[in-house]
């Protein structure tokens, strides 16, 4: 079973909207632990934030902000006034101590920002 | 400055030639795993190393290997690459592996089965 959902798989949006992209996540750990990746053109996954399951403050840095609700299992990213720089492939995973640590990945969000 | 390296950044081999991808990182961390992610797809963790113990993922073909001569090197061998291993593989390292740490990642090498 999928432990992590991106529901969506493609966003297009025009320079300076803002963009925001979901995650829920499933699992039966109390500590558990969430992460945003960003994968540009070039290939390299890029760390953005790592949330663990005790910590419910949003957060905000810079342009981009995120989202977390137990109650909803969700953990989403929202990118304010969207740049071109922002095209990118955008990773949500889960981490679980059931799972060793291991990062279970969602499937991924394309970002397309137009200029 | 790169923290986690990787070479080649592009590799092509034929199918069935031997082929060794070769990680390197100055983050002096314990934990250094290969992912091969195909397009359009997330990541498959093939396996880690958490200092010199090895674990291998369940799923992970034998045609993968990897060795850890020592802290800052990481190579992954691919024994007969098939058309099916063409992939971008990705290392990636983290600080500890019980404290749900983040993982850093290299820029991967993108590899050509001919």
């Known amino acids: 079973a999928q432990k992590v959902t991106q529901a969506q798989t493609e966003i297009s949006v025009v320079e300076k909207e803002d963009v925001t992209l979901d995650c829920v996540y499933e699992?039966?750990?109390?500590?558990?632990?969430l992460f945003w990746y960003k994968q540009p053109p070039s290939g390299e996954l890029v760390f953005l934030i790592r949330?663990?399951?005790?910590?419910?403050q949003n957060e905000i840095s810079g342009r981009y902000s995120w989202n977390f609700q137990k109650s909803t299992s969700s953990f989403n990213f929202t990118i304010t006034a969207s740049q071109v720089v922002d095209s990118a492939v955008y990773f949500c995973?889960?981490?679980?101590?059931?799972?060793?640590?291991?990062?279970?990945f969602g499937a991924g969000t394309t970002v397309t920002v137009r200029a | 400055d790169a923290m986690v390296i990787q070479n080649p950044r592009y590799q092509v081999t034929q199918f069935g030639k031997p082929v060794t991808l070769s990680c390197s990182q100055t983050?002096?961390?314990?934990?250094m795993y290969w992912y091969q992610q195909k397009s359009s797809q997330a990541p498959k963790l093939l396996f880690h190393?958490?200092?010199?113990?090895?674990?291998n993922e369940a799923d992970t073909p034998d045609n993968f290997q990897s060795r850890r001569p020592n802290t800052s090197f990481c190579f992954l061998d691919i024994r007969s690459p098939g058309l099916g291993d063409a992939a971008m593989y990705l290392c990636a390292t983290s600080r500890d592996l019980r404290t749900g740490n983040e993982q850093y990642f290299g820029p991967g090498t993108r590899l050509t089965v001919t």
């Open positions: 983050l002096n961390h314990n934990v």
């Open positions: 190393y958490y200092d010199k113990d090895f674990n």
């Open positions: 995973a889960l981490s679980e101590v059931s799972n060793d640590y291991k990062l279970s």
């Open positions: 949330r663990n399951s005790f910590d419910e």
């Open positions: 699992t039966r750990d109390t500590t558990y632990y």
